[in-house]
């Protein structure tokens, strides 16, 4: 566990990059307080930890339900924010499931939260002698086709069984870099529909963002979540079979009872209501279902029993919850690492958190990219392995720096 800033971050967030969920308006005008680290092995409880070390710095997080918006200081050197991450282990360990297979990233932390402060006016960002030349090497999968397909096939047989409804299974895959990976992983935010668009960076790790999906957010007294879950090309065919399509609308419905259920958990929250119902929206090139689930938030809940409630995600988990998250844990051989856990910023007056999909991380020697999909009694081994490459190959050309097909249209920007 880390309190406060490393001399040793060789992967420092450069002041011009943008933080996923932070207010336009402070971008590239941020300087940093003090940090949390806390990986799986530390002591204490991570979500109890976070919220004491952000209320220690002057975020109210014990009492994230208010629903007045209070007026406060934006002079130089008065708190702006926190930047937050929350590894799907960390997730795990919160909700009390399954952590899973060991992270292929070890160097990143499971909980990182960086306090920033407003600067007076904005940095420049470095000049590009300083930069070394960005070289991708080729992508090596954690497993094959076939390992993905049959990891599918006992997803099935386990809902045959009767033991869950529903369940992601995610796959992993790396690749040797030279250089400064920042850039790359900056370019992940220019992807269209990438809401949580942007880089966390610390102690020899770096997170790059192009997530469409809300975790959670917190803002006026209302908690809202909204799961994505169904996927097709952005064609006008793809629209048409994702909205007949049985097997998809099944699965989104559950996802949605799921995290009306999460949300239905927190302290006086209530009545939860189903805002929208699988609609349809773009993703760089890509047709998702999104639905929009809220709720009325009481006064004094606090940071770490919202954690606890929505973390990991439903979406990229299954229903029932931990027991979708017992069978990810036998089923995928590379652990989930900075994908499919939560990633933004909370404010002093408000909340805003994605879920990692759609996400690539940095360690010393390696970039790593995750992606999968949802498994019902109806799934098709050899279509989910093509969906999971097709959520890849966005994030793999991005980090490459090729075009990506469908960028240049609107996605998820509001």
């Given amino acids: 566990m880390v309190h406060g800033r490393g001399a040793a971050d060789h992967f420092p967030t450069p002041p011009s990059c943008l933080i996923p969920a932070s207010p336009g308006s402070c971008q590239g005008g941020h300087r940093l307080s003090s940090a949390f680290r806390w990986s799986l092995g530390d002591a204490g409880d991570p979500a109890e930890l976070v919220a004491d070390f952000l209320t220690a710095n002057g975020l109210p997080v014990r009492n994230i339900g208010r629903t007045v918006t209070q007026v406060h200081p934006t002079g130089d050197g008065t708190l702006c924010g926190a930047a937050l991450y929350v590894s799907a282990a960390a997730g795990c360990v919160m909700a009390g499931g399954a952590v899973g297979s060991p992270t292929p990233a070890p160097s990143l932390p499971d909980v990182y939260a960086a306090v920033l402060l407003h ?19 080729d992508w090596r999968e954690s497993w094959t086709a076939e390992d993905h397909a049959g990891a599918v096939e006992a997803a099935r047989r386990a809902i045959a069984r009767g033991d869950i409804y529903q369940v992601n299974v995610v796959g992993h895959a790396s690749a040797g870099y030279a250089g400064d990976p920042i850039p790359a992983l900056a370019r992940l935010a220019g992807l269209s529909g990438a ?3 942007g880089v966390l960076a610390g102690d020899g790790w770096a997170i790059g963002c192009a997530s469409p999906e809300t975790l959670v957010e917190v803002r006026g007294g209302r908690v809202v979540t909204r799961p994505i879950k169904g996927t097709r090309p952005a064609t006008g065919r793809g629209r048409r079979e994702l909205l007949e399509s049985a097997k998809e609308r099944a699965e989104h419905i559950m996802i949605v009872d799921l995290e009306r259920n999460d949300l239905a958990r927190l302290p006086g929250a209530g009545p939860v209501r189903v805002d929208e119902l699988f609609a349809v929206r773009e993703w760089s090139g890509l ?17 770490a029993t919202l954690l606890r409630a929505v973390c990991p995600g439903g979406s990229v988990t299954g229903a029932p919850k931990l027991a979708a998250l017992d069978e990810i844990a036998r089923l995928e051989p590379v652990g989930r690492g900075a994908s499919m856990g939560a990633l933004g910023w909370i404010g002093p007056d ?46 793999r050309a991005t980090l ?9 249209r609107i996605g998820l920007r509001s």
């Fill in 119 to 137: 600067g007076s006016s904005r940095p420049q960002p470095p000049v590009p002698a300083q930069r070394r030349p960005f070289r991708l090497g």
């Fill in 195 to 197: 809401r949580y668009g």
């Fill in 287 to 303: 047709w998702q279902a999104e639905s929009v689930v809220s709720a009325p938030l009481a006064d004094g809940v606090d940071l």
């Fill in 350 to 395: 408000h909340l805003d958190l994605g879920l990692t999909i759609r996400t690539a991380a940095a360690d010393g020697q390696r970039l790593h990219v995750w992606a999968g999909g949802g498994i019902t009694w109806d799934s098709d081994p050899g279509a989910e392995v093509a969906e999971a490459a097709a959520k890849s190959a966005p994030v």
């Fill in 400 to 408: 490459a720096g090729a075009a990506v097909p469908g960028n240049d």
